[in-house]
């Protein structure tokens, strides 16, 4: 299963139920269809522990199973940022084309702007229609804002970047403005390629 469920397994152990942990983890290791529905059934169930619906929501997320994403999407916008960052571990692989336009909607969410963090950082890596309009719309907002929420404000940045989109030339010049953002906006404006110089038109004199 990889470095990130052995994370999670080993994060959640202690607040887990014994025999259904090691049911949960080896049923996620099975990966079998059968399997993959004995998970689904936990998230189905509303009961269920927050770390269950973890453990599920992880595998059949990395499975590319479309059954995971409304709770992967809650996980998403939790308060605690390490079960944000497993969500969107797991978001990144599922490939649901609802993804990138659910973690818009949690960037843009102003009254969340403190949880968005990995939001933003799951919009860069999936490389969506929707991640430059959504991390320029949220970094210009955090800029102009009392509040500029540095970390987030620095993942639009390098995001951007990343991208490297010629609309976020504006925005990331004003971010390279503070100096808290200057030398990451500076080196994301150093990886946008340059608008190509328009060939000249040759004159084709006649021949005399």
């Known amino acids: 299963m990889g470095d990130a469920f052995r994370s999670l397994t080993d994060r959640v152990r202690a607040e887990a139920d014994p025999a259904e942990y090691e049911r949960l983890v080896k049923l996620a290791k099975e990966g079998t269809p059968a399997a993959r529905d004995e998970l689904a059934a936990v998230l189905a169930e509303s009961q269920r522990p927050l770390w269950a619906r973890e453990v599920a929501a992880f595998a059949l ?3 590319g199973d479309e059954r995971a994403f409304e ?4 996980m998403l916008n939790y308060r605690d940022p390490v079960r944000c960052a497993t969500a969107a571990h797991a978001l990144a692989r599922l490939r649901d084309p609802r993804t990138a336009r659910a973690a ?3 960037a843009t969410n102003e009254l969340r702007t403190g949880y968005a ?7 860069t890596a999936l490389r969506a229609p929707e991640s430059v309009p959504t ?3 949220v970094l210009q907002r955090l800029l102009m804002g009392p509040v500029h929420y540095w970390p ?3 993942a ?11 609309r976020a030339v504006a ?9 808290r953002l200057s030398p990451s906006a500076k080196a994301a404006l150093a990886r946008i390629p340059a608008t190509p110089r328009r060939a000249r038109k040759r004159t084709v004199r006649p021949h005399p």
């Open 117 to 123: 963090l990995h939001a933003v950082r799951l919009l």
């Open 135 to 137: 991390l320029i719309s």
């Open 152 to 154: 987030i404000a620095e």
């Open 171 to 179: 925005v990331l010049g004003a971010a390279a403005e503070h100096h």
């Open 104 to 106: 818009a909607a949690l």
């Open 156 to 166: 639009c940045v390098q995001g951007l970047g990343a991208l490297g989109d010629r």
């Open 61 to 63: 997320g990395t499975a």
């Open 71 to 74: 709770t992967l999407i809650f």
